[in-house]
């Protein structure tokens, strides 16, 4: 078994496979095992697949969604949050993945960087001008990746007509939540990671048009601000500290038409890119790997049983993005809704999530 990208997918796909008997390899093209500095919400659902897979994360938990009025920098509802989510570092994710494979003897063969992946599906054509054959391979290497190409090569994607930012910030004591800081048009969400001294920004602004592809490019940090500008001193603070952004558009690839071509099969980003406005693509890249490695050889039926839930998730993240952004009339009936849910029934809206959060796919039979 080949894994292509040794990403959150790729790595547990491979840990998966190898604790199912099969004899794995991952090739990945970056020259080492790590990740930009960002963060990542990890749920219940997939935090049960790093248990299963013996992979020891040590992150901190955290204990609420906190939606607040960006321009008044007043609270709307904090939503406590059951056990089991995570506030993680990247980097601290892939290491941990990293180690487990490592203790599983898995081969990990780094700056290697596919370019195609020829017709027959088994014939990997690297940068370097070299070939390698593979019997069946996994493609991990995410949204712009060789496998992506070759499984669903004329799937387009469209601008959303929303561009984000990322960066990290030093904070002291921020309280173990994910902020959400709503207002028309854009919206901020901002959780600490680590001790609690740095502070995970991701910022959305809707925006008419996009070229750029990618989501490492730079951006001048006083274009975030200016974005921002409106918003109350909370937000405008917390982003006077930034000194490094990030700035990419957010596109809608919908939901991929087919995941497997031949001995070939995607998980992750590369089979389903996802919105960020619901944390969810690395928890979904996880239940992937694991249930991919239950059910091979037959990634048919896998795919089958498993696109409905994907589906499910991506609308869910699609349908958050309208309501973060909303104005006027709308908006003021929103804050004044959610304030009365806020005071009455907090838990309420999250219970919403069930079917995302509480299921444990390393239970069940697919
Ligand atoms: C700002 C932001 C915030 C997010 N927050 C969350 C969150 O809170 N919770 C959550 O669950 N998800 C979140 N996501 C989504 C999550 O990051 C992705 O869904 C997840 O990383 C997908 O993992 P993957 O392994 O499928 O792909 P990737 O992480 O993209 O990994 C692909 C790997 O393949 C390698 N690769 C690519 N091309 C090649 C090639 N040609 N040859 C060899 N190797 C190759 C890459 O170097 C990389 O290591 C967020 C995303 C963003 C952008």
Request: hydrophobic share 45%; net charge positive; aromatic share 6%.
């Amino acid at each position: 078994m080949t894994v292509l990208g040794a990403g959150i997918g790729g790595l547990a796909a491979a840990i998966a496979c190898k604790l199912r008997g099969y004899s794995v390899e991952v090739i990945e093209q970056a020259p080492a095992l790590t990740e930009v500095g960002a963060g990542l919400q990890i749920a219940p659902n997939g935090g049960r697949v790093l248990d299963a897979l013996g992979v020891r994360l040590a992150a901190p938990e955290s204990e609420a969604i906190h939606i607040i009025d960006g321009l008044s920098n007043r609270s709307v509802i904090r939503m406590p949050l059951g056990p089991g989510f995570r506030l993680v570092h990247r980097a601290d994710l892939i290491a941990a993945l990293g180690d487990r494979a490592q203790a599983l003897g898995i081969a990990v063969r780094l700056d290697r960087c596919v370019r195609t992946i020829a017709q027959d599906g088994r014939t990997l054509h690297f940068a370097d001008g070299s070939i390698h054959r593979v019997r069946r391979l996994i493609g991990a290497d995410g949204v712009r990746g060789a496998a992506r190409a070759f499984v669903a090569p004329d799937h387009a994607a469209t601008f959303t007509g929303q561009v984000a930012w990322r960066a990290i910030v030093p904070v002291t004591d921020w309280p173990r939540e994910a902020q959400v800081h709503m207002g028309p048009g854009r919206h901020l969400v901002c959780y600490p990671l680590r001790d609690g001294r740095s502070l995970n920004l991701v910022a959305v602004e809707e925006r008419a048009a996009w070229v750029a592809d990618g989501w490492s490019q730079r951006d001048d940090p006083d274009v975030l601000r200016e974005a921002f500008s409106g918003f109350a001193h909370g937000v405008r603070d917390l982003l006077d500290r930034v000194e490094t952004v990030h700035l990419w558009g957010l596109m809608d690839h919908g939901l991929t038409p087919r995941w497997t071509r031949g001995t070939c099969t995607l998980i992750g980003d590369a089979a389903h890119p996802t919105l960020p406005f619901l944390a969810q693509g690395a928890n979904l890249a996880l239940e992937d790997a694991y249930t991919l490695a239950r059910n091979l050889p037959e990634p048919s039926a896998w795919e089958a049983l498993r696109r409905p839930r994907v589906a499910r998730a991506l609308s869910a993240a699609q349908a958050n993005a309208t309501r973060y952004h909303l104005s006027g009339g709308q908006r003021s009936v929103a804050l004044s809704g959610l304030r009365l849910l806020g005071r009455v029934a907090p838990r309420l809206p999250l219970r919403g999530y069930g079917w995302l959060y509480d299921a444990d796919v390393t239970g069940e039979p697919s």
